[in-house]
């Protein structure tokens, strides 16, 4: 039953430790600025999606998406993945450099997708404050094989430690450039047009408001947060003291959102997810007689 199911993970596992971060916002971010890097994934996403029109709408889906799979029940995080496997399976893409047509769900793209998305997860919390052991770490990456599986891929083809992700990225990293696509996807990131009812009145005649400019320092820590080699690819500097100023920020913002109340800061399906383990935990034995 529903009602006894606490998911994929549940409350003792790592991945409820990190998701229960609302600091993660940022990393989410993180990983986007990350996946651009990556010319055919990002050709993908521009040739499928309409992100520039309705770029909240698709923050909102994706950010219910992860949230269904690392809270929803199983059956609900199973779903998910159906739904999210049959848009992929048919979208295709035609690579602008050598004219090859290729599918959306290729193993190669979802991994890349899946693995900047959970180092992103993973190295923010931690850089927050988020305190973690070396065993935790590699728990995470090994848990989230479980929603690499969800998407189309083989859990044994997915990194599940950190050793893992570091030699991934080194394999992986001749790959990536700075496109003309990568480019303007991360203008956009940086600054997409905000929704009319957090602006202010046009009749002002101001272009940026308290939201515009909350979701700048947003995005410019977000971009602070990426590993130094990504970094100068966006042609910042991969310098120690720019990492310690992201750390120092993004710990900044978790506290302030610490004295948010939990109300606020839990999303629906996280408080149902831990209604159910509430009530899964006050249940009583099972009689051995």
């Not at 790592?14 to 916002?25: A, F, G, N, Q, R």
């Not at 305190?131 to 990194?159: C, H, K, M, N």
């Not at 394999?171 to 602006?199: G, N, Y």
Request: without cysteine; hydrophobic residues 40%.
């Amino acid at each position: 039953m529903d009602s006894d199911d606490v998911g994929l993970f549940g409350p003792g596992s790592v991945t409820w430790k990190v998701h229960e971060e609302p600091v993660l916002i940022v990393a989410g971010l993180r990983s986007l600025y990350l996946q651009a890097l990556h010319p055919r994934a990002m050709t993908g996403v521009a040739q499928n999606s309409n992100y520039r029109s309705d770029a909240w709408g698709r923050l909102v889906r994706t950010a219910t998406y992860v949230g269904t799979t690392i809270y929803g029940t199983t059956a609900e995080a199973e779903e998910a993945g159906r739904r999210l496997r049959r848009l992929h399976g048919r979208m295709r893409a035609t690579d602008p450099f050598t004219g090859e047509e290729f599918r959306i769900d290729d193993p190669d793209l979802l991994r890349w997708v899946h693995v900047t998305e959970v180092e992103s997860f993973l190295d923010t919390a931690r850089r927050a404050g988020v305190r973690l052991s070396a065993d935790e770490i590699d728990g995470y990456y090994t848990e989230q094989r479980r929603a690499a599986a969800l998407v189309g891929l083989d859990p044994e083809t997915v990194p599940g430690t950190a050793a893992d992700v570091a030699a991934y990225y080194r394999t992986i990293r001749p790959e990536l450039r700075m496109t003309r696509e990568a480019a303007e996807t991360a203008l956009f990131l940086t600054a997409p047009p905000v929704p009319w009812k957090l602006s202010l009145p046009a009749r002002v005649g101001l272009t940026l408001g308290p939201p515009r400019w909350a979701y700048l320092g947003i995005a410019g820590t977000a971009l602070a947060l990426l590993p130094a080699w990504a970094r100068r690819m966006y042609g910042g500097l991969g310098l120690p003291t720019t990492a310690l100023s992201a750390d120092l920020t993004v710990r900044a913002l978790r506290l302030a959102l610490a004295a948010v109340p939990r109300r606020w800061r839990e999303g629906p399906m996280q408080q149902a997810a831990k209604e159910r383990a509430a009530r899964l935990a006050d249940a009583p034995l099972p009689n051995k007689a």
